[in-house]
């Protein structure tokens, strides 16, 4: 009877795993400290390509703010011209409605010289003095119209001006960002390549536990080693004694029981 070949199948990644619960995958004591040397490594690369990250300041934040401004202003701009047409329209449809009336009043007007049945020419006087009000309804229009263009005139030019001046920051800036990005670019590119080199070298697992630590603290720092001998660095808080022993030998995968971070000792690498 043939033997049943069995496959082992690993769990899918969760995005939410830290380095506590990815323990088990540093069992092999001949290879965890080659391990951790490499996590080791991708920090220190991340830290590096931060500090680059870091001369930009504000500035990616401040393009991106005024983008969304200038993006909203377009889109009032837009509203208002949207506004100042619509009303254009009505008032030309309005003077040609009143042409129409006017005309229509006359050609009446002159039938009530020539009409003799009292009962129609009351009848064509009620439609003069209808197609009167409607005449008038028309003029109402177009003044209400004329009001409202005049309005978002006045606001059209404040919104213009605040886009310029808007426009002429975020060209500045923009300005100022290339710059430094320029500057560092051939900088940023090799530490981006040795970076890469490294996280290839990762199991997938740990590497999405190691990006997640990473994005959940302002220091980006997922990897740190002891401060002051006996604090974890990143968070500061002592480390017990038999913990301390295990980092410095590198033999072990040991997580800082308060932030979650791994720790090591870079002398041993």
């Known amino acids: 009877m043939a033997t049943k070949k069995i496959i082992k199948k690993e769990a899918p990644i969760d995005r939410r795993e830290t380095f ?8 092999e004591p001949d290879k965890v400290q080659e391990k951790l040397g490499t996590l080791w490594d991708l920090q220190q690369s991340d830290i590096k390509i931060d500090k680059i990250h870091q001369l930009r300041g504000e500035l990616p934040v401040e393009v991106a703010d005024l983008e969304k401004e200038i993006a909203e202003l377009e889109g009032k701009i837009g509203n208002i011209k949207g506004r100042i047409s619509g009303n254009e ?53 177009i003044v209400e119209a004329k009001e409202d263009i005049q309005k978002d005139t006045e606001i059209l030019g404040r919104q213009e001006e605040k886009l310029a001046v808007k426009n ?30 490294l996280a290839a070298k990762i199991d997938e697992r740990t590497l999405s536990a190691y990006e997640r630590i990473r994005s959940s603290y302002n220091n980006h720092l997922a990897v740190v080693s002891l401060y002051n001998e006996n604090s974890c660095g990143g968070c500061y808080n002592t480390i017990p004694p038999q913990r301390i022993i295990d980092i410095r030998s590198n033999k072990r995968m040991i997580v800082c029981e308060f932030c979650g971070r791994i720790l090591v000792n870079p002398e041993n690498f």
């Open 168 to 197: 002429e920051d975020l060209k500045i800036k923009k300005e100022e960002l290339e710059t430094i990005i320029e500057s560092t670019a051939k900088e940023e590119a090799v530490l981006q390549g040795e970076r890469d080199a």
């Open 20 to 27: 506590v619960s990815i323990q088990k995958t540093f069992a």
């Open 89 to 141: 329209t009505v008032i030309t449809e309005n003077k040609g409605l009143i042409v129409e009336y006017d005309a229509t009043i006359e050609k009446y007007t002159g039938q009530l010289e020539t009409i003799a049945n009292n009962r129609e020419y009351d009848s064509l006087n009620k439609e003069i003095e209808n197609l009167g009000l409607l005449r008038k309804i028309s003029e109402k229009h």
